[in-house]
């Protein structure tokens, strides 16, 4: 699944890297995971501002007839099927029986519709989702980066380790790291990256945590240990992909700490080179 875009000053309030605060980042499901404090979002856009929801979602955010207080589930709209769901999903619902498969699957289609948009109706259709089908990996590591992506750093940690635990996957590697950042645990959050074999991670997932690993550094200000951070071979702007551009980002924010103004500049205009190219 292709990462989705982030706001480098950090989206719904949240600080930038090595602010002072903790922070966090959005990934899809299944995505490698996108850290927080940086990424590859332009600067100069405003990408704070929210397109208009269809008219869907504002009955389903502003349903006055559903008693919101004690909600069993978030409403549903009756357009939404779980053919929106990709089939590659569908198929891990297999042994849930026909209803409930049906209903964890129009959940999960809320989740990817919603996701950018409004990540804490989101979270309650992950949510939803998990209480009918728990047991389910693929289910588990949705309501993590969902609850990352709201915000609910407590709740993405214990289902993002819980998927690990099941799978043996660390796709998710650089959501753990940064949701330790979220709870405020920095030194946690190194001590997670440093456990893995690096070497062994897809190139996107690496980048991503090197990210990560490079804001827990800012939290601690160990700012020149931030940049080492970064510098993996991913950083080589002879070799432009998707997930090196959030890389290129981070590495001039992190010059710029460091005040090494003009190489910042280098590689902010690199990395908006690279957006060209790749959009």
Known sequence: AAMADQDRNRPNGRPERGSGERSGGFARPNSGGRPGGRSGAPRGKDRDAK????AWQERVANNPDQDYQKPKAPPIPDEINSGELPLNLRVQL???????????????????????QDPELALEHAKSAASRAGRIAFIRETLGVTAYTAGD????????????RATASQ????????????????????????????????????????????????DLEQNELALAELEIRELDPSKVFEYTIPLFWAYADTLEVLGRDEESKRWATLAERAEQAIN
């Open 51 to 54: 397109p208009a929801r269809p």
């Open 94 to 116: 297999k042994t849930l029986t026909e209803e409930n498969a049906e209903q964890v699957a129009r959940h999960l289609a809320m989740v990817r519709l919603l996701i950018e």
């Open 153 to 164: 750093y407590g709740l993405a940690l214990r289902e993002l380790l819980a998927h690990r």
């Open 171 to 218: 796709d998710q590697l650089p959501l753990i790291v940064d949701s330790e950042r979220g709870l405020g645990r920095p030194k946690r959050a190194l001590e997670e990256g440093r456990a893995v074999d690096r070497n062994a991670l897809e190139p996107s997932v690496r980048v991503n945590l090197a990210i990560a690993m490079s804001g827990a550094r800012l």
